[in-house]
T-cell receptor, first 115, second 117 residues
Framework: QKEVEQDPGPLSVPEGAIVSLNCTYS??????FMWYRQYSRKGPELLMY????GNKEDGRFTAQVDKSSKYISLFIRDSQPSDSATYLC???????????????FGKGTKLSVIP | EPEVTQTPSHQVTQMGQEVILRCVPI?????FYWYRQILGQKVEFLVS????????KSEIFDDQFSVERPDGSNFTLKIRSTKLEDSAMYFC???????????????FGPGTRLTVL
């Protein structure tokens, strides 16, 4: 069963704080792990993706994947008020044979960064 | 910057009526998707479409739903007889052709909010 669990929050932090967002999953076939950002009444926008296990850094954002624990994280350093949004983790199994690469999303964590 | 567009932004309909949600994917993309998000719930996959046919569909995508690419630019989702529980945000997405070793991002449109009364 493709299932992704994400603590929906909400999460409120002061400006400049380090934010940690997490997801767990049950399907070991997932190979691509994504973090999307969604502003109110907008479509999800890709922040970062990681293939298999490991870390990836992009500016203030770091994504980590631990496939042995089926656990992924997104860290935001020096958080800014503009980071206030809902963060969605998403995963896909590109080798399922179905040929579509559908994304399975977590519920999203609503983050507020207070100036 | 190319983007996925969707129309209308908000659709209100009566239960039992047919609705068509429209999407214009990014022009050189080959895979097209519909997702939905019920208020307060997860974004859920509905269907994917490639080479003029459905690649994969979820359990949600039953006989009441259909998709079509009527011309070279539009991608539509039709709900034949809407139910109250179809009220949700519907997102269209598109991506380039997947390679064996590369990741191709799914680009999402802004969504159509469907309200069934």
């Amino acid at each position: 069963q493709k299932e992704v669990e994400q603590d929906p929050g909400p999460l409120s932090v002061p400006e400049g704080a380090i934010v940690s967002l997490n997801c767990t999953y049950s399907n070991s076939a997932f190979q691509y792990f994504m973090w999307y950002r969604q502003y109110s009444r907008k479509g999800p926008e890709l922040l970062m993706y990681t293939y298999s296990s490991g870390n990836k850094e992009d500016g203030r954002f770091t994504a980590q994947v631990d496939k042995s624990s089926k656990y992924i994280s997104l860290f935001i350093r020096d958080s800014q008020p503009s980071d206030s949004a809902t963060y969605l983790c998403a995963m896909s199994d590109p080798y399922s044979g179905a040929g579509s690469y559908q994304l399975t999303f977590g519920k999203g964590t609503k983050l507020s960064v207070i100036p | 910057e190319p983007e996925v567009t969707q129309t209308p932004s908000h659709q209100v309909t009566q239960m039992g009526q047919e609705v068509i949600l429209r999407c214009v994917p990014i022009s050189n993309h080959l895979y097209f998707y519909w997702y939905r998000q019920i208020l307060g719930q997860k974004v859920e996959f509905l269907v994917s479409f490639y080479n003029n046919e459905i690649s994969e569909k979820s359990e949600i995508f039953d006989d009441q739903f259909s998709v079509e690419r009527p011309d070279g630019s539009n991608f539509t989702l039709k709900i034949r007889s809407t139910k109250l529980e179809d009220s949700a945000m519907y997102f269209c997405a598109s991506s380039d052709l997947w390679g064996d070793s590369s990741y191709n991002e799914q680009f999402f449109g802004p969504g159509t909010r469907l309200t069934v009364l």
